[in-house]
């Protein structure tokens, strides 16, 4: 007899229950953000098409765009083939999935030049965060 939730078995969670989990646009490919996500936030999401993540800091279920407003519709999940990072197909409500409001959680580049090396952000704040998070 297969249990409900035998696929559940195949995902490697950390010592702390949680996996590691990457949005990425569905239609440009962009990776947007990495976030957690425990057992139960990997079954509401797959029930849901909605991106729900753990966050560490809250010790909560996180809904993406829950404030915000920038929830993620999710069109494919994958498993990596160590089984202990998961990859989220996305629309991304409002094109921003990041907090200091940008698209994309990466926005942070290393240069090297000029000296001495530092992290640069290379893409452009759409809104202002003071007016997603009042």
Known sequence: M???????????????????????????GK??????MNAQALEE??????????SRSRQQLWR?????GHGQHVHDIRLDCDGDAILLSVTQKGGIACHTGRESCFYRRLQTDPSPTHWAAVEPVI????????
């Open 127 to 134: 809104k202002d965060p003071s007016e997603i998070y009042p």
């Open 45 to 54: 999401t797959l029930r849901s098409s909605q991106a729900v993540y753990w």
């Open 2 to 28: 297969t249990r409900k939730h035998a696929w559940l078995d195949q995902v490697k969670f950390n010592a702390d229950g949680l996996v590691a989990t990457i949005a990425q646009d569905h239609a440009s």
């Open 31 to 36: 990776v947007l953000m990495l976030a957690w």
């Open 64 to 68: 993406k765009g829950e404030q915000s």
